[in-house]
């Protein structure tokens, strides 16, 4: 075998077994990474409550922290590249006593190029099971809600174009009735 080929079969083994482990990288539990990234942030005792994959190695992690009677809910946008998930932005706020329904905005637009605004908060209120979401050009959205199997429950809406500052937020039970309503 000549110097040449051993030295690109040297080369070609080399380069297989460094993106073959990169790869490997890659397939690890999002998850745990993700959350490993959050806890990152050194807030004490954080809780992720759920992660909402957006994009192409993209994602919003919810979580809370703090203790009461000062507890936090917010949002961390996050990106994966070959070393893993990384932290982009993030917002978080006080969790509101007087409200039935907590509510956030954020602007996406600087960490996700199919998504622009994102209206997200804690439900308070056992009864809710509904939350609408009209913009000030009149259309109405429904909001995604999450439980947490611990009786938790939040909502979020993200938009991929649609503003939604300005816009009205209806909470409604079962049967329709609202319990609360706030103009954002």
Not at 114 to 128: M, P, Q, R, S, V
Request: glycine share 8%.
């Amino acid at each position: 075998m000549s110097k040449n080929l051993k030295i690109n079969v040297f080369c070609s083994i080399a380069i297989l077994l460094i993106v073959s482990y990169f790869f490997g990288i890659g397939l690890q539990n999002n998850a745990k990474e993700i959350e490993k990234a959050v806890l990152s942030l050194n807030q004490p005792m954080t809780k992720i409550v759920h992660i909402e994959a957006l994009e192409n190695n993209k994602a919003i992690a919810f979580y809370e922290w703090g203790t009461a009677p000062e507890d936090y809910f917010g949002i961390i946008n996050l990106k994966k590249d070959l070393f893993g998930w990384h932290l982009m932005n993030g917002s978080t706020s006080a969790t509101p006593k007087e409200y039935k329904i907590g509510w956030s905005f954020s602007d996406l637009k600087r960490d996700f190029s199919n998504y622009t605004d994102i209206l997200y908060g804690k439900i308070f209120d056992a009864e809710i099971v509904d939350v609408l979401v009209n913009t000030d050009n009149g259309k109405q959205y429904s909001a995604k809600i999450i439980d947490d199997n611990n009786g938790e429950k939040f909502w979020f809406l993200i938009t991929d174009g649609v503003k939604l500052t300005g816009s009205t937020i209806t909470a409604r039970s079962q049967d329709g009735k609202i319990i609360e309503q706030i103009t954002r």
